[in-house]
């Protein structure tokens, strides 16, 4: 590509907001008809860089060129009709409208100016659909169809909208299937080959190696390099994400095999065919004190629904749980809470944080409602609980007093777990903690989660990535379609892990 002039080009750019210095001296080039990776921890600079790319945020200093000609994008809609596309990680489309009111939204055939020609908009549907090797009923509304198949048509809006000639892609298979990824792959592969340039956010580091031509890795906020993949050893390519040694990362095995001499012979947990129709089996489990039992299973096998279960989300028709000795008969959260029992939930940006409540507020949510609200915590008290936790979790952020959406989503994963660790849990659920975020949090939160275990407290952990839960489990309870398939404790590697998810011996 070195003999060829850079579509766009990005030289000096920096910005700063209130506290924070996203982006230093930035410099980009982007080659039609390439895929190019962008990596980087949470915090690293990558949203802030796309959001100047794209008009979301003008920078501070420095220029940009597209196809040669100087320019600044004054908005969004400037960039798309320059020719720069996004389709972000939560699909912003019309789930009650059809596939092809959403693709042509705004821009419909008209039959005599007055009325919408709507044969004429389902062919054209179909015509762009099928540009992107996709065969799909345009008449049916988008929200009957997976979200794999809603990117899709995101995708196609995206480039119809403005006959793209730079696609960004921000986190697309954060919620894809295997299958459905490798689908998105090879439509990211055509487009490339017709000269468009796709600019592939990931934190999937595998996904990086299989598709990128060169990857540019960010750490905080400056760009650390551009490489080829074929050539960046992975242990290289983290170290240079992670700005420090992997040792941290290699002694985690050693960390798991210490903790497991504290592991009490009391169990802090103990359930006995507690179940739920239609939502998992009755299953048998017992968790000890300073332990960590992973949940593993294939996406619908029942995990979450164990974690509901076990912190009173959902009320059992079957079966017993006892917790410190004592029969559970009131299953609510708030009971759970009381009894030393804290759920990080899945989706954080649904269940977990609160927007627009300060980093502060967030931390000391469920340490008030342990309380009771007419027992109120002193503005002094609140200072000094966020303050602790900040620290000891590494959350940055300018001051307790900033909004937590404006967090990266690390950092936003982070204070959930101060909430609950605010209240000094005996038990700690972490339902996938790590999803979406970048390999040096997932670390320092494997880490905690093992810190926790040896301070006697016990962790149920939820994971899709088998070696995270290889890595910080003590034992592993298999789930397969909503039911207990099997344990597994001792030395296991992945394959054998997979074998048990599977449920088969080849």
Known sequence: MSDQAPLLSMRGISKAFPGVQALTDVDFDLYAGEIRAIVGENGAGKSTLIKVLTGVERPDS??????????????????????????YQEVNLCPNLTVAENVLIGRAPMRWGITIDWNRMNRQAREIMAGLDLDIDVTRPLGSYSVAVQQMVAIARALDISSA??????????????????????????????????????????????????????????????YDPSSLPRLELVSLMLGRSLADLDDMAKHKMETLDRISEEAFLQARGLGMSGSVQPFDLDLHKGEVVGLAGLLGSGRTEVARLLFGLDRPDSGTLDVAGSAVDDFSPAASIKRGIALAPEDRAAEGIVADLSVRDNIILAVQANRGWLRHISAREAEEIADRFIKLLHIATPSADQAVKN???????KVILARWLATDPQLLILDEPTRGIDVGTKADIQKLVLDLAEEGKSCVFISSELDEVLRTSHRIVVLRDRAK??????????????????????
Do not use: W
């Not at 490339?192 to 595998?206: K, M, N, Q």
């Not at 597994?488 to 998810?501: A, P, R, Y």
């Open 407 to 413: 967090l990266s989503g690390g950092n936003q994963q």
């Open 62 to 87: 420095g220029e940009m060129t597209f196809a040669g000609e100087r320019y600044q994008v004054h908005s969004p809609q400037h960039a798309q009709r320059l020719g720069i596309s996004t389709v």
């Open 485 to 506: 398939a099997t344990e597994i404790t001792g030395d296991v590697d992945e394959k054998e892990l997979m074998t048990s998810i599977a449920g088969t011996n080849a």
């Open 165 to 226: 000639k730079v696609l960004i892609l921000d986190e697309p298979t954060s919620s894809l299937t295997l299958r459905e990824t490798q689908q998105l792959f090879e439509v990211m592969h055509k487009l490339r080959a017709e000269g468009i340039a796709i600019v592939f956010i990931t934190h999937f580091l595998d996904q990086v190696y299989e598709v990128s031509d060169r990857v540019t890795i960010l750490r905080n906020g400056e760009v650390v390099g551009t």
